[in-house]
């Protein structure tokens, strides 16, 4: 029995300001590298920050969760011998899956309850590395390959949890104001002493200042939504671009907005976002007998991430995503280092297949009726009945 934990770090946080919006109060900093370094420069950057806030007069506390000195195994698989033994990296994946983590078979209803079906080796086949040995992939031609000849394991540190922000990889900092600070001066600060301790190409958010802040009060009727409100579905009937549909949005939001009955009028709808736009050449593609399935996976997997499966464990649902380390995906560029596999087994560089070019567009695109729609939410104006905002807000969009 274990009464303590030695390396176990200890926070108190207090409640948050306003009761239900947030779990705990203080404010927060996102730590950002730029530059796709190691978990354990940032990690050292998070603790110079971290040493610098908390010997501030503003700040009562400041702490963190984020450690780069978890540890924990490295599996590396000789990808040529497999390739020699014919033994598919999916058998390989799978069957490490299987037996040192768990794999989903399927759900079943039973009692008027649903029970999800993992599979999983006993506790006293995976409890040791070693065990690795006695584990085989099947080959294509049938054969049963150990797994001890096709990889290779080495203890290494690294965090158990790894935090994403505008694409980096960020570490997250947690602080209170000192007694009788302001929580924005705290704020303030806490962005002063990222500027002047933090090396380069480290950067903190405190805030996003693009962002668009809108309050919505509670349904009417507790339990039935998340929000209360009236919301207008605008549809494109003709089929335009995003960018005609975002005006056409704006122009029904400033008339919403100069009504009377029309307390606030808002929407998430934006079709200005930087993005990149990906055309694939397949005309090529088919040529050179590569299958549009796996351009799309490797593109999904390699910049994005795959879903792998999800597993149980100390009585919670953990999920399995497969994504390239974000040295390999933090410019757009890393297309040029991937490649497709054709039907004839042969690598193809997506970069013959491909181009790219920068776009602005919508980071979400609504259906309504089969058409692009955007969606206005507002308010009615006090004294003003929800069933006369609505008229209104039709009578406006007519108009």
């Given amino acids: 029995a274990y009464k303590a934990i030695p390396e176990a770090s200890i926070q108190a946080f207090p409640p948050p300001s306003v009761p239900g919006m947030g779990a705990v109060g203080g404010l927060e900093l996102v730590l950002e590298d730029t530059l796709g370094r190691s978990q354990a420069d940032l990690a050292g950057a998070m603790q110079i920050l971290l040493a610098a806030a908390n010997e501030s007069a503003k700040i009562g506390n400041a702490s963190t969760s984020f450690r780069a000195n978890v540890p924990m195994y490295r599996i590396d698989i000789d990808r040529n011998k497999a390739k020699t033994l014919q033994v598919p990296l999916t058998n390989i994946f799978s069957v490490l899956q299987a037996q040192l983590g768990s794999s989903y078979i399927n759900d079943f209803s039973l009692f008027g309850r649903t029970f999800r079906v993992m599979m999983q080796a006993d506790p006293s086949y995976r ?39 505008n694409l980096y990889r960020s570490a997250i900092l947690r602080a209170q104001p000192a007694a009788g600070v302001a929580s924005g001066d705290a704020m303030d600060e806490l962005e002063r002493i990222a500027a002047e301790v933090l090396p380069q190409g480290y950067q903190a958010y405190k805030a996003i200042p693009e962002a668009s802040i809108q309050a919505f009060p509670p349904p009417s009727v507790p339990g039935m939504g998340a929000v209360g409100g009236l919301e207008l579905v605008l549809e494109d009937t003709l089929g335009r671009s995003q960018a005609d549909l975002a005006g ?28 990149y736009r990906i055309d694939i050449d397949r005309n090529k593609a088919k040529t050179l007998q590569v299958p549009l399935t796996n351009i799309f996976s ?26 390239a380390d974000p040295s390999y995906r933090s410019d757009l560029r890393d297309i040029e280092r991937l490649y497709a596999r054709s039907t004839t087994g042969e690598m193809v560089p997506l970069a013959t297949l491909l181009t790219t070019e920068p776009v602005l567009g919508a980071d979400i695109t609504y259906r309504f009726n089969l058409y692009r729609s955007a969606i206005l939410r507002a308010q009615p104006a006090a004294g003003v009945a929800s069933g006369d905002a609505m008229d209104e807000l039709e009578r406006i969009a007519a108009e």
């Fill in 248 to 275: 056409a949005m704006q122009i029904l939001l400033a008339a919403a907005n100069e009504s009377a009955k029309i307390g606030n009028a808002s929407t998430s709808f934006r079709a200005n976002v930087p993005m």
């Fill in 298 to 323: 490797v593109l999904q997997a390699q910049l994005g991430s795959s879903y792998i499966n999800d597993f149980s464990l100390f009585g919670r649902t953990f999920r399995v995503m497969m994504q």
């Fill in 127 to 165: 409890s040791d590395l070693r065990d690795i040995e006695r584990l085989y992939a099947r080959s294509t031609t049938g054969e049963m390959v150990p797994l001890a000849t096709l990889l290779t394991t080495e203890p290494v540190l690294g965090a158990d949890i790894t935090y994403r922000f």
